[in-house]
């Protein structure tokens, strides 16, 4: 099936909004930017981090990126900065800083 | 036209029988006086094996209309049943239904809601959910309510409509009297309603949809709200030609509102349900002694025919508006309330009085009816003014 062009949602008249308001497609809440609602984000203290992926299994918007079994980054987009992984993290690796403030230097 | 089979039996057999005749795939309910005998009756037929229906029994009317919604959209065409606090306990559903466009088909036995606890009719139930966004019927009569829930699967299911369908009967007094119906055979239904086509539905692995999302922080929920408004105005016209073609089968003509001596009535009651039968009995009594009296009963409430109630009342001296419910706080009952509003656009202001009656099942005797006209009579001539709402014969 073509993906569901929703290039000009904010414009739709009438008749485009689907039946019921159905979405014509499966699995595509990542299109759904979440990132807005965050007034905290996340940050990871690289050297404290063990790897252990404990933050990776419980971040309920699954914004914890992980490449060849390693903790890399955080997906903004998504991240509603609920604070789950920092409270999770074994070896308090995570902390969570006000959004619009300065970065901590992170090593 | 078709052949039929006149049968003598109560409001509820012939309801289920039906939709035993539409053949849902899907039936989730609970049962709740007066409506049990619909659901068990079905089920009955669904044991015999006359009807391949997948029968979801559940523990309450909340859990029966949310299977109802998951089965429809799911692609299943679906029917259940209610009444009373059953229907008031299905009110987030009721919305749920209409907002995702799912035909689901509900016959609703009209009853009193509680308190003080009471199972007999009335109105209340269907009424408090009148904007729920289902299109609704009502039916004076067992074979009307018969043949309410036969067109009521083609009209929900038209694809210029997918709606809900909300088809009534009062309680006890249609639900369980025994009356004279004359029923399709099962083919002519089957041919009637067709196979339900559905748009979207879940489980079609080849094209994956996504049911119930969040429509968004600002998104457009008022737009889909518009859509459904533009859809019920839409059903006005469907539900005009289902009857046109359902009354060629049947030989029964069907209206949204249904006149008796409006050619020429000076003083009229407008009326929903069981009692429209003796309000034609005392107009006809009353013709008899020269009094020019009319009757309109109104059959579909949602979309309600404004412009059908303005034209057959527009000429009329007086009109009575009777209510089998309350909306306390307002001028009148909700028919009330839309007649009124049907008037306000007419050129000559029709002197309109609302009378409250058969709450609870309160007794509707022909006396108070002729009580009404009578009023009627003396607004007519003048010699009386619409005054507040009355409770009709209430001690
Ligand atoms: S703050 Fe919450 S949403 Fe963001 S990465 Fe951590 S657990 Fe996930
Ligand atoms: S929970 Fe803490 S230690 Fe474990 S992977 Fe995540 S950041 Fe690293």
Not at chain 1, 73 to 78: A, G, I, Q, V, Y
Not at chain 1, 90 to 106: F, R
């Amino acid at each position: 099936m073509a993906k569901w062009d929703i290039s000009r949602i904010d414009e739709w008249k009438g008749d485009e909004f689907p039946l019921g308001a159905c979405i014509p497609e499966s699995g595509n809440s990542r299109e759904y930017v979440t990132g807005g609602w965050r007034s905290q984000r996340p940050v990871r203290d690289s050297e404290k981090c063990t790897q252990c992926l404990i933050c990776w299994i419980m971040c309920p918007d699954s914004a914890i990126v992980v490449v060849d079994e390693k903790v890399t980054d955080f997906k903004l987009d998504h991240c509603k900065g609920c604070g789950v992984c920092a409270n999770e993290c074994p070896a308090d690796a995570i902390t969570m800083v006000p959004e619009g403030c300065e970065l901590p230097e992170v090593k | 036209m078709a052949t039929q089979k006149t049968v003598s039996t109560t409001g509820n057999i012939v309801v289920a029988d039906a939709m035993r005749q539409c053949r849902p795939d899907v039936m989730a309910a609970y049962p709740i006086t007066p409506q049990t005998t619909i659901v068990e009756e079905f089920a009955a037929y669904v044991a015999q094996g006359r009807v391949h229906t997948e029968y979801i029994t559940v523990e309450s009317e909340h859990s029966a209309m949310s299977a109802c919604i998951g089965a429809s959209a799911a692609g299943a065409r679906v029917m259940t049943a209610t009444s009373s606090q059953g229907l008031a306990l299905m009110w987030e559903e009721l919305h749920i239904a209409s907002g995702m466009r799912l035909p689901i088909i509900m016959a609703n036995a009209n009853r009193a809601l509680s308190a003080p606890i009471n199972i007999h009719c009335d109105h209340s139930d269907a009424m408090g959910a009148r904007d729920a966004g289902w299109v609704m019927l009502f039916a004076e009569t067992a074979q009307e309510a018969y043949d309410n829930t036969i067109m009521a699967t083609r009209i929900g299911e038209n694809p210029d409509v997918l709606l809900p369908v909300m088809s009534c009967l009062d309680g006890f007094i249609t639900t369980h009297s025994i009356d004279r119906i004359d029923v399709l055979d099962d083919d002519t239904v089957a041919g009637f309603v067709g196979e339900y086509v559905p748009q979207n539905a879940l489980l079609d692995i080849d094209q994956p949809v996504t049911h119930g999302a969040f429509s968004g922080l600002g998104g457009p929920f008022f737009e889909f709200k518009r859509a459904q408004r533009d859809a019920i105005e839409r059903s006005r016209e469907v539900i005009k030609s289902v009857a046109a073609e359902y009354s060629e089968l049947s030989g029964r003509p069907f209206g949204a509102i249904e006149t008796w001596g409006m050619e020429d009535a000076e003083v009229a009651i407008v009326v929903i349900g069981s009692t429209a039968g003796n309000t034609r009995h005392v107009a006809r009594q009353l013709r008899a002694q020269g009094v020019k009296a009319g009757v309109v009963k109104v059959r579909v409430f949602r979309p309600f025919p404004y412009a059908e109630l303005a034209a057959t009342l527009s000429g009329v001296k007086a009109v009575a508006v009777m209510d089998r419910a309350e909306s306390f706080g307002a001028e009148g009952g909700p028919l009330f309330l839309e007649v009124r509003s049907a008037l306000y656009d007419a050129e000559t202001r029709v002197p309109i009085v609302g009378y409250i009656y058969g709450l609870g099942g309160s007794d509707v005797r022909l006396d108070l009816i002729e009580r009404v006209y009578a009023d009627l009579s003396d607004i007519a001539a003048g010699t009386a003014q619409p005054g507040g709402l009355v409770y009709l014969g209430a001690r």
